[in-house]
């Protein structure tokens, strides 16, 4: 009987130390686990890292392995691209919850387009978009590439490109998916402006015996510089029977000085985002305007007096000038492109020299300017 509990008593002290052993080893992965937690938390990125691919390499008793694996397959962006893919690829296998899946999922997808392996992207977005458009950011994401692997085909296909970057707007994931299907989404709308593409914006229109462009242009609104770029013509010559693409669009613009950005909608419908500096001292005028006059190669009035002719060093106006019914406001180029994206002028919006030219051969006189503080 003796020997009995004797043995008894050994097999449970030897139970409690393994018992302990296992107890304190999980501790010691949690303590380690929730130090990278913080790590990453305070931008220590590498170490973060280096700490999570240890906790993740540990087999047994290890609450935190699959937590460990995805945190460190966020943080693995300077890993080779095929050890990312099986990285992601192991996560989308082991892990039950949908979030992380569609993560995985999403960043599979994503190494496959910038692999150059193109067919496989589609497959594996469509199926993302497909499987989990309730998780937003990696759904947004997917309806990106595709608007991507639609516009690399040319620009026949930007038209259902940008139908994809607007899915991205509207779902609203994240400030970084949005930002860059915006940024997109300008660039396909310019392009297809520009081009003989019929779009919703714009519509077939067959030359009658004494049109001009001029007359055109003053009928629908826009300007003889649109009409040229947009079919193409290399002069004012039209002929009666010649089909014209011309915009069928209402114009406005909205300049946040909170954020020094200038939207242009078409038809209320978001159509491009430009950088803009706006006055010092919040000295731009907040309200809604509409464009008044517009001047090419503009000659400069000092508000002190003074004329300070177009190209010379002192004119702050650029190449183009719109002016608003606010006496003495506009909206004007510049040379110096690092006074956009912040509060840099007497009053006035400013745009890089290159973007003011594309808005004013878009915008007529009488365009809507609303200008807010946010």
Not at 57 to 70: G, H, M
């Amino acid at each position: 009987m003796k020997k009995f509990i004797g043995i008894v008593l050994i097999i449970a002290l030897v139970s409690g130390v393994a018992t302990l052993n296992v107890w304190l080893k999980k501790r010691r992965i949690e303590k380690e686990y929730n130090q990278a937690v913080v790590l990453h938390e305070e931008g220590k990125t590498n170490d973060a890292k280096m700490l999570f691919e240890k906790i993740k390499d540990i087999r047994r008793f290890n609450p935190y392995k699959e937590d460990a694996l995805y945190h460190y397959a966020l943080l693995a962006d300077n890993e080779g691209v095929d050890d990312q893919k099986v990285i992601w690829e192991q996560i989308l296998n082991e892990t039950t919850f949908e979030q992380r899946r569609a993560v995985a999922m999403m960043n599979i997808a994503r190494i496959s387009f910038e692999s150059q392996r193109y067919d496989a992207a589609k497959e594996q977005l469509q199926q993302l978009i497909d499987q989990y458009s309730a998780v937003p950011h990696p759904y947004a994401m997917g309806l990106y590439y595709l608007g991507e692997l639609e516009r690399m085909q040319g620009l026949r296909h930007y038209l259902p490109a940008r139908e994809y970057y607007k899915k991205v707007i509207e779902v609203n994931a994240s400030q970084a998916s949005v930002s860059l299907a915006r940024a997109r989404l300008g660039e396909v709308n310019i392009a297809l402006l520009f081009s003989p593409v019929i779009t919703p914006e714009s519509r077939s229109y067959t030359v009658n015996p004494g049109d001009s462009l001029a007359a055109i242009a003053n009928r629908f609104n826009t300007t003889i510089e649109l009409l040229k770029r947009s079919n193409q013509l290399t002069s004012n010559f039209i002929r009666p029977g010649d089909q014209l693409k011309v915009p069928d669009v209402k114009w406005k613009m909205e300049i946040s000085k909170k954020h020094n950005t200038l939207r242009l909608f078409a038809n209320d419908e978001f159509f491009k985002e430009y950088l803009v500096g706006t006055g010092k001292y919040n000295k731009t005028p907040v309200g809604t305007f509409e464009i008044i006059n517009k001047l090419t190669e503009p000659v400069w009035y000092r508000p002190e007096g003074g004329v300070i002719p177009y190209g010379h060093p002192d004119n702050l106006l650029g190449t183009r000038w719109m002016g608003i019914n606010f006496p003495g406001y506009g909206i004007h180029g510049t040379w110096d492109e690092t006074s956009v994206g912040k509060q840099s002028s007497a009053g006035c919006v400013r745009l890089i020299n290159s973007e003011v030219e594309e808005l004013f051969l878009i915008v007529t006189p009488g365009t809507q300017v609303l200008i807010t503080d946010e």
